[in-house]
Nanobody, 126 residues
Framework: QVQLLESGGGSVQAGGSLRLSCAVS????????MGWFRQAPGKEREGVAS???????TYADSVKGRFTISKDNAKNTLYLEMNSLKAEDTGMYYC????????????????????WGQGTQVTVSS
């Protein structure tokens, strides 16, 4: 059974940094891609960053140059390093993974993921 467990969320002032982690377990298929999504109150869940099985990455325009997605295959952990945080980065952040498709850069489309974590809250105060 696939499980994704996020951690690292919290409250920070604008301009600050946070690092989110997502511990992955239960995958038997190695060619999966992963992503981070966020959802603010009253808004749809949006893709923030993704990483393909080979390590190629994709970012939403709103976070380019500020966020970095990475993964440690030995630790089965996905990370999202977030710098220069803004109030508009506030939301619930979700880790997602997919083992049905092959995408070299992952995907920012939430419909292309079949496994989700429970989320971790990020609050940025201005």
């Amino acid at each position: 059974q696939v499980q994704l467990l996020e951690s690292g969320g919290g409250s920070v002032q604008a301009g600050g940094s946070l690092r989110l982690s997502c511990a992955v377990s239960g995958f038997t298929y190695v060619h999966y891609y992963m992503g981070w999504f966020r959802q603010a109150p009253g808004k749809e869940r949006e893709g923030v960053a993704s990483i393909g099985s080979g390590g190629r990455t994709t970012y939403a325009d709103s976070v380019k140059g500020r966020f970095t997605i990475s993964k440690d295959n030995a630790k089965n952990t996905l990370y999202l390093e977030m710098n220069s945080l803004k109030a508009e980065d506030t939301g619930m952040y979700y880790c997602a993974a997919d083992d049905l498709r092959v995408k070299l850069r992952g995907s920012l489309d939430r419909s292309e993921y079949n496994h989700w974590g429970q989320g971790t809250q990020v609050t940025v105060s201005s």
